[in-house]
């Protein structure tokens, strides 16, 4: 027994500490996966299209989600023990694009003092570019919510996880949003 395991007991003696009780079994056994890149696999795709949305642009959107991926594969045996370790790269990823986002605001400032033109990005491509040109229109955490639940295919916890709100919040977000595009594209269908 080590000295720090080890405590004064209040007559006097030395007691032994008990050892925290630790969870068994291994990384796989505990969230799932094996690896980072069973992680990328189950994940990448979705993840990409639901950010997509978000972003505005798919490259942008794809940048971050490989960032959070490369971020997740650097620290991998920390955040093994992690019980979602996708949700974990979801969250990073997120902040990518808002991290992203602001610069863009910022460089657009800049450029707009200057008498310069401000930059223009691409949308993403989809089936239907006026339902996704609307989507884009809602704000910000309307459409965050409706990337994720529809788009990304997570569930409504996940999607609460991510944003850091609860459950509740993230079902008005999206009772909300589809509030707005069914009185947006009403008739036009």
Known sequence: MRA?????????????????????GTVRELTGYGS?????E???DRLVQALTILAGDRE???DAVQEAFARLVRSWD?????????????????????DNRRLSFRQARYLARFGQQEPTT????AEDPVLWAKVRALPLKQRTAVALYFVGDLTAREV???????????????????ETLRDKL????
């Open 78 to 98: 920390y955040l093994a023990r992690y019980q979602d370790p996708a949700g974990w790269v979801r969250r990073v990823a997120l902040n990518q694009i808002r």
């Open 160 to 178: 609460a996880q991510t944003m850091r709100v609860s459950e509740g919040t993230v079902d008005q977000h999206l009772h909300r949003a589809l």
């Open 186 to 189: 009403e008739g036009q269908w």
């Open 122 to 125: 691409d949308g993403p491509t």
């Open 60 to 62: 942008v959107a794809a």
């Open 4 to 24: 720090d395991d080890e405590i004064l007991s209040p007559s006097g003696g030395v007691t032994a500490l008990r050892e925290r009780p630790r969870k068994r």
């Open 42 to 44: 189950d994940h990448y």
């Open 36 to 40: 980072p890149d069973e992680v990328f």
